[in-house]
């Protein structure tokens, strides 16, 4: 059984330039939550997708922004990035009706030069 | 809004023995879970222990187990017999018991190295 998984693994990107992150959930999850976790610090939650829609959101711009398709795998995609942006970027996939469903995928590692 | 802190960012301790991992949460809700997370070099985040609020029982995992004192808002993970593969990050997290889409929310972690 296919846990969560994420690509790519590692990227380097310039500033300004836009990045797409891909998530595919674990089977039988319908719900993908994305966090940003910068050296040493614990994830910090950026949004939720159910459905096809945006659920919930954490406090970053606009410029960070998401989708889910039909078969429940997501993007999270950053525009005109920032040196800042440079952080392990994690999925979780759980089920919206099973409480503490939780399961990680390894993360993209995005450095931004 | 929920807080997590975790006031050790780092850790060590001699292989085969116990060690203590802090951590205390605020929050107004009553019904809540609370998580520790093990996060090796790997980066994968590994559910290590949860535990009900609810259940005054403390949950119990192998070499894991954790001390809840609801009252003082308090959860620290206890690994007994501690193995160099324990040696990475450890996370406590917190989580409405409510589902949806509430998200889980983290402390910055500690740092536990086990040593030879």
């Known amino acids: 059984d296919a846990g969560v998984t994420q690509s790519p693994t590692h990227l380097i990107k310039t500033r300004g330039q836009q990045v797409t992150l891909r998530c595919s959930p674990k089977?039988?999850?319908?719900?993908v939550s994305w966090y940003q976790q910068a050296l040493g610090q614990g994830p910090q939650f950026i949004f939720q997708?159910?459905?096809?829609?945006?659920?919930q959101r954490g406090n970053f711009p606009d410029r960070f922004s998401g989708h889910q398709f039909p078969n429940y795998s997501s993007e999270l995609n950053v525009n005109a990035l920032l040196l800042g942006d440079s952080a392990l970027y994690l999925c979780?996939?759980?089920?919206?009706?099973?409480?503490?469903?939780?399961?990680f995928g390894s993360g993209t590692r995005l450095t931004v030069v | 809004a929920q807080t997590v802190t975790q006031s050790q960012p780092e850790m060590s301790v001699q292989e085969a023995e116990t060690v203590t991992l802090s951590c205390t949460y605020d929050?107004?809700?009553?019904?809540?879970?609370l998580f520790w997370y093990k996060q090796p070099p790997s980066r994968q985040m590994i559910l290590v222990i949860r535990?009900?609020?609810?259940?005054?029982q403390n949950a119990t995992e192998n070499r894991f187990s954790v001390n809840f004192q609801k009252a003082a808002k308090s959860f620290s993970l206890k690994i007994s017999d501690s193995q160099l593969g324990d040696t990475a990050m450890y996370f406590c997290?917190?989580?409405?018991?409510?589902?949806?889409?509430?998200?889980?929310?983290f402390g910055k972690g500690t740092r536990l190295s086990v040593i030879a």
């Open positions: 929050t107004s809700e009553n019904n809540y879970y």
């Open positions: 089977s039988g999850h319908d719900t």
């Open positions: 535990q009900e609020a609810y259940k005054q």
């Open positions: 997290a917190f989580f409405p018991q409510e589902t949806g889409n509430t998200p889980l929310v």
């Open positions: 979780a996939s759980s089920h919206l009706r099973t409480v503490s469903g939780y399961t």
């Open positions: 997708y159910y459905e096809e829609e945006e659920r």
